[in-house]
């Protein structure tokens, strides 16, 4: 039976993850490089090391039953190490080696016939192109939050920002003129049983979310077509845990993946609140083994607004907090950072709708006003 979890990562996923773990009696030790990180004040233990130090998760696994990630920014060849020594990780490091490197991520999400944009590693940017501008350059691994994400729209931009990188792995694809950028959290456990959260929309501003809805307005054929898509990825990975699969619409109505995060995901805040089982929760009962129970609403409509950054600071934003928190049915989360920096994620807030406060239009003047609040 598992009762410890260990979580690589020590951000506010799994300072989100802490409150699940209390509920179903599990305890939780993360390993994070910062005593001030945001689950530090209410793991079980900690592991005070960088996510990548396998020698630190080699410590971690001698206080736990099973290994769950908040952060993919791990050495894996290490961590195969661990594994071969006994130490159980949820999902298995077999499911996570294909999607640590957005290449070898879009090889593998072809590969088992799931549609990518068209894309290509980047060796020599003076080399001719099968690609108009602009295009899209990505770091193929580390990015985060639109870091190592580039627009590039002209070849003496892509040269320049090549030569910027200097000898980080790139690669390069096509520029989907969306319609709409969607995203779906599915969970998978160890018996095959597969549970898909209804998809919604996510809102980004120069590449960095700023806002989810939930339900997103898309037709019954676009919402099965993500659901089957998940299941299909998560059988396929025999995935052991929470993934976010972040897509796009295109105008002709075709879905193409973005990008799969083999962990919880920021357009999956909104279950906290507005699900029976949160994202976080459903993590840990699928690495504990447990049935996963639904994915279903427990209201019409939420929308998520991502309280980030806009100075540096040390501050806490109390008064601000406050007038978030007295807007109807709005929960605010403030994940404890003591450093403000632009664009770094504070907090977010989640309101939730039913009946006919449930519309599109509605959810987005909220999470204006939300925006003009926080942002003035
Ligand atoms: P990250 O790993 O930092 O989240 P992503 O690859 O998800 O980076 O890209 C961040 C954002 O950049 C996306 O949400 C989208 O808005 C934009 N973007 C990424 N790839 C493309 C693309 N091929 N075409 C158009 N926009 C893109």
């Known amino acids: 039976m598992i009762q410890r979890v260990g979580v690589i990562g020590g951000g506010q996923l799994a300072w989100m993850m802490a409150g699940a773990a209390k509920q179903l009696d599990l305890e939780l030790i993360v390993q994070t490089p910062h005593a001030d990180d945001p689950a530090v004040g209410v793991a079980t233990e900690v592991i005070l090391a960088p996510v990548g130090d396998a020698q630190a ?39 996570l080696k294909p999607l640590l490197d957005k290449y070898h991520q879009r090889e593998y999400l072809a590969s088992i016939g799931l549609p990518v944009p068209l894309f290509t590693a980047l060796v020599d940017p003076t080399e001719p192109l099968d690609f108009t501008f602009p295009l899209v350059l990505k770091a193929r691994r580390h990015g985060y939050d639109g870091q190592g994400t580039f627009i590039i729209k002209s070849s003496d931009e892509l040269i320049n920002t090549y ?14 003129p969306y319609t709409q950028e969607l995203a779906v959290i599915a969970a998978r456990n160890d018996s095959g049983e597969v549970v898909v959260y209804p998809v919604v929309e996510t809102q980004q501003k120069n590449q960095v979310c700023h806002r989810v809805i939930v339900p997103a307005q898309v037709s019954l054929k676009i919402q099965s077509q993500v659901e089957d898509l998940s299941r299909h990825l998560l059988n396929e990975l025999q995935a052991v845990g929470v993934f976010g699969i972040e897509l796009f619409l295109t105008p002709d109505e075709t879905i193409l993946v973005n990008e799969i995060a083999p962990r919880t995901h920021n357009s999956g805040h909104y279950t906290l609140d507005a699900c029976k089982i949160s994202q976080f929760e459903m993590q840990l009962r699928s690495v504990a083994g447990l049935p996963l129970g639904t994915a279903n609403l427990n209201c019409d409509a939420a929308v998520m607004v991502n309280l980030l950054g806009y100075e540096e600071a040390h501050h806490d934003y ?3 907090r406050k007038t978030l928190a007295s807007i109807p049915n709005a929960y605010v989360h403030w994940y404890g950072k003591t450093e403000s920096r632009p664009g770094r994620k504070l907090g977010h807030v989640t309101v939730k709708a039913t009946g006919n406060q449930a519309n599109y239009s509605k959810l987005l003047k909220i999470a204006d006003t939300i925006e003009n609040l926080w942002y003035s």
């Open 318 to 320: 109390a008064e601000k």
């Open 163 to 176: 030569n910027q990188l200097k000898s980080v792995p790139l690669l390069i694809e096509e520029f989907i």
């Open 57 to 95: 998760t080699g410590r971690l696994a001698q206080k736990c039953d099973v290994i769950t990630f908040e952060n993919e920014f791990v050495d894996l060849e290490a961590l195969f190490y661990l594994k071969n020594q006994g130490v159980r990780f949820a999902p298995s490091l077999e499911s």
